[in-house]
């Protein structure tokens, strides 16, 4: 069965430092793996995408990640953070091009101006 | 990214009556949408994976009789919330597959039963 987890419920970071939220999976096979980002009462938007190739993707908003196969990790990074970033990230796994994602539960970001 | 359209956002309705959510996705056609049930404070749980022109799959646990879900045209899933309760009060969210495995979501409709 596969899973996500993402340790950190809550995170609070200052304007402008640096950002790294975790995310680690259980997958049988090559996973494929996403970050989502949710402002309340909102539906979730793509962030990125990991399917293969280059272990460094690159999404929208400034955000990347990182695809560690050894430690099952998708770690979610932002070098400078932008009040307007706050928001609920979920990291998501599934299989090739099956559509039927596992979500994690979730890290709340807010952002101390 | 694909646009996915859900309407309505928000509702509210007396306990016992019952509730129609539409979804549409407005670029591109969809053979499969998926309906994920979100709490407060939690994750996204998928409810059902809703095919054109067949049954909809419900995921273990979920009522199908509760649940009706109609998938009758490849841009338009509509979910209903039959004889709804307390309980079904939530944030109802569909979802349309992309090319490589990632979903596309509705804004999300938030169920109120008074």
């Known amino acids: 069965a596969q899973s996500v987890t993402q340790p950190d419920i809550h995170i609070t970071v200052s304007e402008g430092a640096s950002l790294e939220l975790r995310c680690n999976y259980s997958?049988?096979?090559?996973?494929?793996l996403f970050w989502y980002v949710q402002s309340p009462g909102q539906g979730l938007q793509l962030l990125l995408k990991?399917?293969?190739?280059?272990?460094l993707v690159q999404g929208i908003k400034g955000f990347e990640a990182e695809f560690k196969r050894s430690q099952s990790s998708f770690n979610l990074r932002k070098p400078s953070v932008h009040w307007s970033d706050a928001a609920e990230y979920f990291c998501?796994?599934?299989?090739?091009?099956?559509?039927?994602?596992?979500f994690g539960t979730g890290t709340q970001l807010k952002v101390e101006l | 990214g694909a646009v996915v359209s859900q309407h309505p956002s928000r509702v509210i309705c007396k306990s016992g009556t019952s509730v129609k959510i539409e979804c549409r996705s407005l670029d591109f056609q969809a053979t499969t949408m998926f309906w994920y049930r979100q709490f407060p404070k939690k994750s996204l749980m998928l409810m059902a994976t809703s095919n054109e022109g067949s049954k909809a799959t419900y995921e273990q646990g979920v009522e199908k009789d509760k649940f009706l879900i109609n998938h009758a045209s490849l841009t338009l899933s509509t979910l209903t919330v039959t004889s709804a309760h307390p309980e079904d009060s939530s944030f109802y969210i569909c979802s349309c597959g992309g090319p490589v495995g990632e979903l596309f979501f509705g804004e999300g409709s938030r169920l109120t039963v008074l």
């Open positions: 998501a796994v599934g299989g090739q091009g099956g559509n039927k994602l596992t």
């Open positions: 990991y399917f293969s190739g280059d272990t």
């Open positions: 997958y049988g096979a090559t996973p494929y």
